[in-house]
DNA sequence: GTCTATAAATAGATAGAC
DNA sequence: GTCTATCTATTTATAGAC
C-alpha cells in the first residue's frame, strides 16, 4: 500500500491513543501511534514500512534508528495492549467487595472498560498477534492466559459457593470473555452509551449469564456514572 | 511468504471445508479451500498469490483463469460465510416453536452451530473483511446487518411480551452475539466439546442473560444432541 | 486450462553522508 | 537521528506458447 485505498471503515471516530504513561517520548512515540492506528485498519501485512514512517512523519530508513524490524513495532503494541488488561484486571479483583459475584462484576467492568478505553490497541493486539514470531508472540500469551485465569478461578469459587449456577464454568468464562472481547469491534464516541454504561451493563449480563442468584437482575439499564460493586 | 514462517498457530485441527454444496468443482474449488485455509492462518495481505497457487497445486499464473484478482477469491469467501449463517438463521426461526424464547434459543443455537461448523469460514469472513474494497464488502455487510435484525426483532418482541428483561434489547443482542461470533476462534475437534453442547449451553447463556422468566436455567449443563428448543 | 517467462511495482531493510 | 539513495527479494499481474 502506498496511498489509502480507500477510506477506513474498521475504526472511524475512535482516538488514537495509549494507555497513560506508555507512548515512548519524541519519534519512537510517533511511530507507535502512526503503528496503532495503521495495524488496525489495515492490520500489520496490509501496512508497509513506508506507511508507517510517513504516517509517523519520518523517512522510511528512520524508523530503522527506533526499531530493528516492523515486527518488533508490532510486538511492542501487542505487549502493550495485554500487558494493560492484565494490569487493570488485577486491580479490579484487588478493589472489588469481597465474594464472586462482585468479583465478577469488577473484572468484566475492567475488561470491558479497557476495551472501550483503548479499542486500536484490543484490536491490534488481539487480531494481529498471529502475525508475530511465536518467540515474540509468547510473553502477551502468557499474559493472556493469566488473565483468562483470573476470571475462571472466581467463576469456579461462586460456583462452588453456591453463588453461580453454571454446569461448566471454563465455557461460561469463555462467553463472558467474548462478550467483552467484541466491544472493541463497535465501541466509539458514535455510540449512545458511555464506556461506562456498556462496562456496567455487561458485568450486568455476566451476573444474569452466571445464574447469580440474588443479584440485581435490573441493574442493567442505562444508569451513567461507574460506581463500582455496591452491591454484595 | 514463500515458505510457511513458523508452524500454523490459530487454527490447528479444524478441518478445512465449506458448507455443502457450495465448493465449485475442480481446481476453483481447491483454489477457494486453500484460500480459507491460508487466509484464515495468514491473513489476506499475509497470502501471496503463490502461496494460494502452491497450496492448490497449480501455477500462480493459472489462478488468474479462474479468478481475476486475489481480492475476488476472498470476496467469494467472505459472502459465502455471511450467506452461510444468514440462511441458518432464517431456517431456525421457521423450524423454531413460537415464542420469543425458543426463538432466541434456536437463533443462538444456529450463530453457534454455524461458527462451530465452519470456524476457519467464520474467520474469514469477519477478521479478513475489512481486505476488500467497498463495492465488494457491501454484499456482505447487507447480510450482516439482515442477521443482525433478525436477532434484535427477536429480543425486542421478548421484552415487550415480558418475557425477556432487559433495558436495552440492542445491547443484549450485541453481547449475546459476540458469544457466538468468538466460538470461531476456539472451537475444534480438540475441544471436550460437541457442537452441540456449545449450541446448547450457548443458548442457555443467551436466555439466562436477557432475563427469560421461566426457561430451565439448569439445562446449560453438558447434555448432548441437538434437540431443537422443546421448551416453550 | 495450464504452463514458462517476465513485466512493473512494491516490499523490507541497509549504506553512508550530514 | 534523520536523510538520500539503493539493494535485493517479493509482490500482483500479464504475455504468449502449448
Redesign the interface.
Given at each position: 500500500m502506498t496511498t489509502p485505498?480507500?477510506?477506513p471503515?474498521?475504526l472511524s471516530a475512535v482516538a488514537v491513543e495509549l494507555p497513560e504513561g506508555v507512548t515512548p517520548p519524541g519519534t519512537r512515540g510517533r511511530i507507535l501511534l502512526s503503528a496503532l492506528r495503521l495495524f488496525a485498519?489495515?492490520?500489520?501485512?496490509?501496512t508497509s514500512i513506508r506507511d508507517l514512517a510517513g504516517a509517523a512523519g519520518i523517512n522510511s530508513a528512520t524508523l530503522y534508528a527506533h526499531y530493528p524490524a516492523k515486527e518488533h513495532v508490532l510486538a511492542e503494541l501487542v505487549l502493550l495492549g495485554h500487558t494493560e488488561l492484565h494490569r487493570r484486571l488485577q486491580q479490579a479483583l484487588v478493589e472489588a467487595p469481597p465474594g464472586p459475584a462482585a468479583q465478577l462484576a469488577a473484572l468484566v467492568r475492567a475488561q470491558v472498560g479497557a476495551h472501550a478505553d483503548f479499542p486500536l490497541l484490543a484490536l491490534v493486539a488481539n487480531?494481529e498477534l498471529?502475525?508475530l514470531?511465536?518467540e515474540r508472540?509468547a510473553p502477551a500469551l502468557a499474559l493472556r492466559e493469566q488473565s483468562r485465569e483470573l476470571g475462571l478461578r472466581v467463576l469456579r469459587l461462586g460456583v462452588a459457593q453456591g453463588v453461580f449456577?453454571?454446569?461448566?464454568p471454563l465455557?461460561?468464562a469463555?462467553?463472558i470473555?467474548?462478550?467483552g472481547?467484541?466491544?472493541a469491534h463497535?465501541f466509539g464516541p458514535d455510540q449512545p452509551?458511555t464506556r461506562d454504561q456498556?462496562a456496567d451493563?455487561?458485568a450486568g449480563?455476566a451476573l444474569?449469564?452466571?445464574?447469580a442468584a440474588d443479584v440485581p437482575?435490573?441493574k442493567?439499564?442505562?444508569a451513567p456514572g461507574a460506581t463500582p460493586a455496591k452491591k454484595g
Open positions: 485505498r480507500w477510506e471503515r474498521r485498519e489495515y492490520g500489520f501485512h496490509g487480531a498471529h502475525a514470531s511465536p508472540a449456577h453454571v454446569a461448566d465455557l461460561a469463555t462467553a470473555g467474548s462478550m472481547m467484541q466491544v463497535w452509551y456498556v451493563t455487561y449480563y444474569q449469564l452466571a445464574g437482575a435490573k442493567t439499564a442505562r
